[in-house]
């Protein structure tokens, strides 16, 4: 988890409340990544950045939303909370790759309930 | 499309046995493939990758992995199972047409009985 930071690690929220993940890396690379991991369905990508303020979605971006000002945050908010959306959330980091590829360095994860 | 299967849920091996996690993949064209770990309540850790060359990949803490195109697999391995590798294993696979995305499989629990 060396470089990868997470904030908050645990929160309690209701349904229909704004939730806002923090990521924070230390490595300068380019590419970060937000995962949900859920039994049964292993890491599912939500949004990924290749750049600052360059955003793309992955499969399961419905109800979530990022923003990326810098090199070393990325932020993730649930605009309006579902219980569907209780999950633990993984951020993840790589440096880009064409030629070559490179694997991912995960973040400690945020266990989110959502009531 | 590209994805990764983990046939298993669970994997029960006593300590001191060989252990095997199974994957396979579907990937159009040559499959960019990678093993991770993750301890409880911890994020995932990179064990290895295979990229082309030697079929056999060694990685971290003693794992290998054995890439065969004829059954699409990748199987991780190791010789001699310790209590201490009882973790959730993924398998994962690069994106053909986004290099910088990857899929994931849904993860094996390895149990190491002493």
């Known amino acids: 988890d060396a470089g990868i930071t997470q904030s908050p690690r645990h929160k309690v929220t209701e349904t229909g409340t704004p939730v806002t993940l923090r990521c924070h890396q230390t490595?300068?690379?380019?590419?970060m990544y937000w995962y949900r991991q859920d039994p049964g369905h292993g890491l599912r990508l939500i949004h990924y950045?290749?750049?600052?303020?360059?955003?793309d979605k992955g499969e399961v971006s419905d109800g979530y939303s990022v923003s990326r000002s810098k090199t070393e945050d990325f932020l993730l908010t649930l605009e309006s909370a579902t219980s569907s959306q209780t999950s633990v959330y993984f951020c993840?980091?790589?440096?880009?790759?064409?030629?070559?590829?490179?694997?991912?360095?995960f973040g400690p994860g945020t266990r989110l309930t959502v009531t | 499309a590209q994805s990764v299967a983990q046939p298993e849920d669970q994997v029960n091996v006593a300590e001191g046995n060989p252990l095997t996690v199974k994957c396979t993949y579907s990937?159009?064209?040559?499959?960019?493939l990678f093993w991770y770990v993750q301890y409880p309540n911890r994020g995932l850790q990179f064990l290895l990758k295979?990229?082309?060359?030697?079929?056999l990949v060694k990685g971290s803490y003693g794992f290998e992995a054995e890439f065969n195109k004829s059954q699409t697999s990748f199987h991780l391995k190791k010789p001699s199972a310790l209590v201490s590798d009882s973790a959730l294993y993924f398998c994962?696979?690069?994106?053909?047409?986004?290099?910088?995305?990857?899929?994931f499989g849904s993860g094996t629990k390895l149990n190491v009985k002493p």
């Open positions: 993840a980091i790589s440096e880009a790759g064409t030629t070559d590829t490179y694997e991912q360095y």
């Open positions: 490595e300068n690379h380019r590419y």
């Open positions: 950045s290749y750049g600052v303020k360059d955003t």
């Open positions: 990937v159009s064209g040559n499959p960019y």
């Open positions: 295979y990229i082309t060359g030697d079929n």
């Open positions: 994962a696979v690069r994106g053909v047409y986004n290099f910088n995305k990857f899929y």
